[in-house]
């Protein structure tokens, strides 16, 4: 009787050491890392022969009401935050060269350190950019009042346009639009899985998926001969 009292007192406290070492490992801190491949324009997997089109970046405007309330500090932010991203979508895409025109002064100070004589290049035209349309929306639902669970679902949605403009002529000579969604949901079931809070990064996903599409319109009219790379 005594031996069969000792083996449960046994087992039970192997039993909370395996517990108690299971909660101490579970507190403990971990950290973790991963790269996450970035998506480029299409047109940068066609292949293309011709001569890149030097191009500089003129304004790129947030017209939407998005951001821009009674409340504003005055930066635009969505603004600059497509301008940042129309940049790399355009130089890798492989049909242009994007000169920096905001650095000027940096690179003039550079260029004396080095000793170098510094020659900008110019540029035959100039791509602007807005933002036509932007929004962001939360909806959610509840199965029996919430007991059987609840989801929820963050959508944002952008819509942006380029201009191309000859800089002798101030004509525009091509114009593209993009437009593009990300949607984020989550949903919890009988306490099982989470819900989110609100992400701030939905606006630079959906941006960049409008700013690659347009790209990409801009990159064929290239490839169409529409516009003639260094004329």
Known sequence: ???????????????????????????????????????????????????????????????????????????????????????????????????????????????????????????DYVITGDVVEFGRKETGDMQLFGILGSGKKQVAYSKVTLNMVDVATSKVVSSASGAGEYTLSDREVLGFGGTSGYDSTLNGKVLDLAIREAVDRLAESIDAGVIKANK
């Open 1 to 123: 009787m005594y031996m069969k009292g000792s083996l449960i007192i046994k087992t039970w406290l192997f039993g909370f050491s395996v517990v108690l070492i299971a909660i101490v490992l579970g507190g403990c801190a971990t950290e973790s890392h991963n790269a996450i491949a970035t998506a480029k324009p299409v047109t940068s997997n066609v292949a293309y022969t011709g001569k890149k089109q030097p191009v500089s970046i003129g304004q790129f405007d947030n017209r939407t009401t998005y951001m821009r309330g009674l409340f504003s500090d005055g930066v635009d932010r969505l603004g600059s935050q497509a301008k940042t991203i129309l940049i790399g979508h355009l130089q890798s895409s492989g049909r242009f060269d994007v000169m920096d025109r905001e650095n000027l002064q940096h690179l003039a100070q550079e260029s004396k350190y080095s000793g170098k004589q510094q020659s900008v290049s110019g540029a």
